[in-house]
Structure formats: C-alpha cells, structure tokens
C-alpha cells in the first residue's frame, strides 16, 4: 500500500502570513497532484508534477516535487482568507490506473 | 463543457434500504473513477473504469456495492442494504488516459446519510 502523509494535519494563520504543507511518501510516483476542496464539494485539480525537482508557480503558490519523486511540498505566499481549505495531495504510479490520496492539510487564513 | 456531474447532492436513507448515485463525467475523458470520502479523510478509491470495462476495485469495498459504465459514458453506483457505516460523501472523478499524469476532475459529490 503507497501512502501519503501530510503536514500538518491543521494550520491556522493570519491573512499575510507564508506557509508551506508535505506530502511525504516511501513509494515513487510517477506524477502527483495538488487539489484544494471546499466543505460539502468535491476537489478541485490546482497542479500536477512530474518530473523530480519540478518546480511550478500558480500565483502566489508555489509547488515543488522532490528529486526521487517522492515527496511534495505547497508554499502560499502571503495567504489571504480564499486560501482557507483542504488541500490534498494524491499520487499516481505507472499503469496503476488510480491515484492514492493523504488525508490533507486544513489550512483556515484568519482576516 | 460543464465538467464532472453528480445526482443526487444529497441522499437519506434508512438502514436496509438500496440506494443508486450517477455520474456524468467530462464527455471526452475515458477513465471514471468512485472514491468515497469520510470528515477528516481523503478521498478512498473504491473502483475505476475505463471506457466501459471495471479495471479495477477496491478490496475494501463491499459486495454490497457495485458500479457501471454501461455504455462508457455515465456511471453508476448502487449500495444495496445499506449500514450506518456508509455514510460518507461519495466522490466521482473523470480523467483521460494520457501519459503520465493522472490529472482527476472531481463532481461536487453525492453526500449520503444512513439512519
């Protein structure tokens, strides 16, 4: 069984302050993505990685996929109260047909 | 495009009783998948498609659970004789077969109450 964990479990910050989440794992992966999901909705696709060292920028995100691809990490810059969410990472091997989900990070920015 | 449906949003039920969930995934992507979804958790695969064919089911899934794609396009998802402990949001995500990345886009999902 691959399995993901995430840190922290919550975090709670002020609206301006910096943050950054794991994802960990003992198993590559061939890709893994990011997604935030919102109370009584279903996740939304934020990025995907691949390549080990990848670095991507979505706005004031930044996500990086570590060199053996087997760990992640999500930086906010600046968080703003929109931030506030779960954020779950899931990782995909080759030919497995399906991702493996961790349990996430619940991140609420306070005003 | 609308993306990824879900009916119903939401669903009570009582102990014993059969329920069935659809889904309408993105109309071009091939792969379906059903995860189930409990607070504080993520997402738990139960089962996939491709196209119309099952590849794949979870061991922790029940027999009283089954899914089908029966023409490749929609899904459903059938629990019959339901428990309290089925209570949960059940998730449907869609994706194509591409390469390396397993990029899902997830409906808004279907939350179920057992009684």
């Known amino acids: 069984t691959q399995l993901l964990e995430q840190s922290p479990q919550f975090l709670s910050i002020q609206e301006g302050e910096n943050l950054t989440v794991y994802c960990n794992s003992s198993s590559v992966f061939s890709s893994l993505q990011w997604y935030r999901q919102e109370p009584g909705e279903g996740p939304v696709l934020l990025v995907t990685?691949?390549?080990?060292?990848e670095v991507k920028k979505l706005k004031r995100l930044t996500f990086q996929f570590g060199d053996a691809r087997k760990d992640s990490s999500l930086h906010i810059t600046a968080a703003q109260p929109g931030d506030t969410g779960l954020y779950l990472c899931a990782g995909a091997q080759t030919n497995a047909g399906k991702s493996t989900f961790g349990d996430g990070t619940t991140l609420t920015v306070k005003p | 495009d609308t993306g990824v449906s879900q009916d119903p949003r939401h669903k009570i039920t009582k102990r014993g009783q059969n329920v069935t969930f659809r889904c309408d995934p993105i109309s071009e992507h091939n792969r379906l998948y059903w995860y189930r979804q409990t607070l504080g958790q993520g997402p738990e695969f139960l089962t996939y498609f491709q196209n119309e064919a099952q590849l794949e089911k979870s061991r922790l899934l029940s027999n009283r659970f089954s899914a089908e794609r029966p023409k490749g396009s929609f899904s459903t998802l059938e629990i019959q004789r339901t428990e309290q402990g089925d209570s949960a949001m059940y998730l449907c995500?869609?994706?194509?077969?591409?390469?390396?990345?397993?990029?899902?886009?997830f409906g808004p999902g279907t939350r179920l109450t057992v009684t």
């Open positions: 990685v691949v390549t080990g060292g």
């Open positions: 995500a869609s994706s194509l077969d591409a390469g390396l990345t397993y990029e899902q886009y």
